[in-house]
């Protein structure tokens, strides 16, 4: 390979902006990029592990699944007591209340009445009343013990020991030794003196719930580091299944701790920043021409920049699939307004940043490249809308078999392909062919012009050519000659053919202002030029080329329709009245400059061509002999003074693609102004 030294082309000041442009796009990214950078796993119990194999990065437990430790919990709390407390000051504070009540109500209630109740009170509270209205007294038909707290100690009772405040009413009021009193003990409000004695004491019954269950091990098992827990290809079953979604449960756990979030930060700095850095150098190595014009820069790094992102806030928000998204695209614009190999790369750039964002990177990368190379591969020259239509199609196809592909390695059989990931990659195609308004956009912000637009800038019925027709037909002629002759070379020498052709059409626009001055369009023999001096006539040819950047400005033409305007004739001269100038003044001083044109010269392959091709179809008209050897030697003249005039010294043109351009024009001439045979006279 050829050493390339940078040190000669780059300037510091070069440096200084790519490095500034690579860190701007690294933080922007990055910016957006989801914080937990642990892998996902689709985990699906009974099918094949669709991804490589997996090795424990490090120590996990195997956590029991939700059933199997539910069901242990409930297990375990079969033998759970909750503790109870026994208040021994409630029945005779109760009994007490009861005997004062009597005591105003009067004399008519015996002493028998009133000792024969407190008595049954008195009954009742040392059995225990217990609290029905706390949550674990509703419990008491399922537990079937309790632990009852009398001072330090605690002993464990059954419940049936107990009365509730309904039962010991009902006993109170039934009792024997208070028979002959029933209307009057409902007479009297005995729920006011029946109140529980046996509390519920919510948290040492808590504590000891918690340590009941706290007693139950959350793991089966431990995985060590280093230790394979699934091979490709395996079917996940239940032991695996628990497997992996501990390792998942551990691997979140640990990515939320603040130093793994300091790492997954520099490592995702680190990792944009290589992908980011390479290319720059790929773009500054193969393509440096790109950096003279910041724009072309700006757009493929602002495409990489905004589908980054995108995927990055589809990752982390969880909105969409990220096949929702047409990635082709990138490569699209980039192969429509540069080049197939920026664009490729681009796209691969671009790839590889976004899958670390995703649950499925090998899917991703791999559908993706496929995508974004058929794409490539499919639209070499875009120009008509139709195209897209197509592309969009090839790309879906491309995409849908390489995803069915991946799919049949991992899958057990067509019924286990899971087709969520094909509508998604159908969408994909759909907005991909609606990607037309995005290319007009483009256009517009970065300053392209795409073939469609030099198509249909091409169009005869534009008003520009149609006045052309109309009011200069000898250039508008000669417009459409040159456009043939320079079109014809560019596809021989590896030019862009529709942008030499629309340019070449456009080129003498300016002639419109002043189109008698030109003898193309002059009839009958009559030349303007004789009434002027050679400096005035020189001055109106040569604002052809101002006047034409004017009506380009008025009519929206595109900058590199201009281009063409301004350097069709570079910086060389209006050599006829130079000539006649000097000739009828010899003694006298010549300013050039008033014999000049403004130029610039030729900056691209596309403007010298147009400069040879105008050169010898403008030269041609004048032989007349129209011999092989003179239109070789008009053609080879016209050139080779360009060439001397350092006309070409600023475009990226080579002697070897000037030598083919000579062979066009000759053969091309030759064949534009071949003899035709005489037609014999019919004898009468």
């Given at each position: ?605 596309e403007q010298a061509i147009l400069m040879m091709a105008d050169g010898v179809e403008a030269a041609s008209r004048s ?62």
């Amino acid at each position: 390979m050829k050493h390339i030294n940078l040190k000669a082309t780059l300037t510091w000041r070069d440096v200084l902006q790519r490095v500034l442009l690579v860190l701007a796009t690294v933080t922007v990214i990055v910016w957006f990029m989801p914080r937990d950078a642990y892998q996902y796993y689709k985990i699906e119990l009974g099918t094949p592990w669709r991804y490589a194999d997996l090795t424990a990065p490090f120590d996990f437990p195997i956590y029991k699944s939700e059933a199997t430790l539910q069901a242990e919990c409930d297990s375990a709390l079969i033998d759970y007591e909750p503790y109870y407390t026994y208040n021994a000051e409630v029945g005779p504070v109760k009994v007490r209340e009861f005997v004062q009540d009597c005591e105003k109500k009067g004399p008519y209630l015996s002493a028998v009445f009133k000792n024969n109740v407190a008595n049954s009170l008195y009954s009742l509270y040392e059995r225990g009343i217990i609290d029905t209205k706390t949550p674990v007294g509703g419990e008491a038909d399922t537990t079937h013990l309790l632990r009852l707290v009398t001072g330090k100690i605690a002993q464990s009772k059954k419940t049936s020991e107990f009365l509730t405040e309904k039962q010991a009413y009902e006993s109170l009021v039934n009792d024997d030794a208070l028979r002959g009193f029933r209307d009057v003990l409902i007479e009297m409000n005995l729920n006011d003196y029946i109140a529980p004695n046996v509390v519920y004491d919510e948290e040492r019954s808590e504590a000891s719930k918690q340590e009941l269950l706290n007693s139950i091990p959350r793991a089966s098992g431990v995985v060590q580091r280093g230790q394979k827990i699934i091979d490709r290809g395996t079917i996940v079953d239940e032991q695996r299944y628990q497997m992996l979604e501990s390792y998942t449960q551990e691997s979140e756990r640990r990515y939320k701790d603040q130093s793994h979030l300091s790492s997954t930060v520099l490592g995702e700095i680190l990792y944009v920043l290589l992908l980011m850095t390479g290319f720059t150098i790929f773009l500054s190595i193969f393509r440096s021409d790109y950096f003279e014009n910041m724009r072309s820069v700006g757009m493929i790094y602002s495409l990489i920049v905004v589908f980054s992102v995108l995927s990055s806030l589809l990752v982390s928000h969880n909105l969409l699939h990220v096949f929702f998204i047409p990635f082709a695209m990138v490569p699209i614009f980039i192969r429509v307004f540069m080049d197939s190999r920026t664009a490729f790369m681009s796209h691969v750039v671009l790839v590889l940043i976004c899958a670390c964002v995703l649950q499925y990177p090998l899917d991703f990368i791999a559908i993706e490249l496929t995508a974004g190379l058929t794409a490539i591969l499919s639209l070499r020259d875009l120009s008509s809308r139709s195209q897209l239509l197509t592309t969009a199609l090839i790309v879906t196809t491309a995409s849908c078999l390489m995803n069915l592909a991946l799919d049949l390695i991992r899958a057990t059989g067509f019924d286990s392909i899971n087709l969520s990931d094909y509508n998604y990659l159908i969408v994909c195609g759909i907005i991909l062919f609606c990607s037309y308004p995005l290319l007009l956009i483009m256009e517009k912000l970065f300053g392209y012009t795409s073939n469609i637009t030099l198509i249909e800038l091409s169009d005869m019925n534009k008003e520009l050519l149609r006045r052309m027709s109309e009011e200069a037909p000898g250039t508008f002629q000669h417009s459409i000659q040159v456009a043939n002759l320079a079109a014809e070379i560019a596809r021989k020498i590896g030019a862009k053919a529709q942008l030499v052709r629309t340019g070449a059409l456009y080129h003498d626009i300016g002639k419109l202002q002043n189109p008698v001055y030109f003898t193309e369009n002059q009839i009958g023999g009559i030349n303007p030029h004789e009434q002027l001096s050679e400096i005035d006539s020189a001055g109106i040819i040569i604002s052809h080329v101002t006047e034409g950047l004017k009506l380009a400005d008025k009519y929206n033409l595109p900058d590199v329709i201009k281009g063409f305007i301004s350097t069709h004739h570079g910086q060389g001269k209006a050599k006829f009245f130079y000539v006649n100038y000097k000739n009828a003044h010899p003694d006298e001083y010549v300013d050039d400059l008033l014999f000049t044109y403004p130029g610039p010269n030729p900056s691209t392959k596309e403007q010298a061509i147009l400069m040879m091709a105008d050169g010898v179809e403008a030269a041609s008209r004048s032989l007349t002999d129209y011999s092989e050897q003179n239109i070789r030697q008009l053609v080879n003249r016209i050139i080779d003074t360009m060439l001397a005039d350092g006309f070409f010294r600023e475009c990226p043109v080579t002697f070897r693609e000037i030598a083919y351009s000579k062979t066009v024009l000759i053969e091309k001439l030759k064949t534009i102004y071949h003899t035709r045979i005489s037609y014999p006279e019919l004898k009468k």
